[in-house]
């Protein structure tokens, strides 16, 4: 069993930061990209940045400027830094990992439940 905790999430004002965390906890033998999408009320779920088990990263164009992804190999958690927060940024935020779970097993992707950010003032 694998499972993703969130953490991190809340109404903050426009020009706030947030730090969302993911933790991956259960019977793993590795962990290859970490990631976050988000889903925004009344759109499709979009991937917003990942990060390779080298620390390779890979952020949208629309907000490579305030975001940053992170992440720490021996607690198993990813992280997603968001500064200077806009309304536009307000969404359920979905960490997704790819994990081995043994030796020689497929990789397989999970998904956390979530964390609601909500910009506003």
């Known amino acids: 069993q694998v499972e993703l905790v969130e953490s991190g999430g809340g109404l903050v004002q426009p020009g706030g930061s947030l730090r969302l965390s993911c933790v991956v906890s259960?019977?793993?033998?590795?962990?290859?990209?970490m990631g976050w999408y988000r889903q925004a009320p009344g759109k499709q779920r979009e991937f917003v940045a990942d990060?390779?088990?080298?620390?390779?990263?890979n952020i949208i164009d629309s907000v490579k400027a305030r975001f940053t992804i992170s992440r720490d190999n021996a607690k198993k958690t990813v992280y997603l830094q968001i500064n200077r927060l806009e309304p536009e940024d307000t969404a359920i935020y979905y960490c997704?990992?790819?994990?081995?779970?043994?030796?020689?097993?497929?990789?397989?992707?999970?998904w956390g439940q979530g964390t609601q950010v909500t910009v506003s003032s």
């Open positions: 259960g019977s793993i033998f590795s962990i290859a990209a």
């Open positions: 990060i390779k088990r080298d620390g390779t990263t």
């Open positions: 997704n990992v790819d994990v081995k779970r043994y030796i020689g097993g497929k990789t397989v992707e999970y």
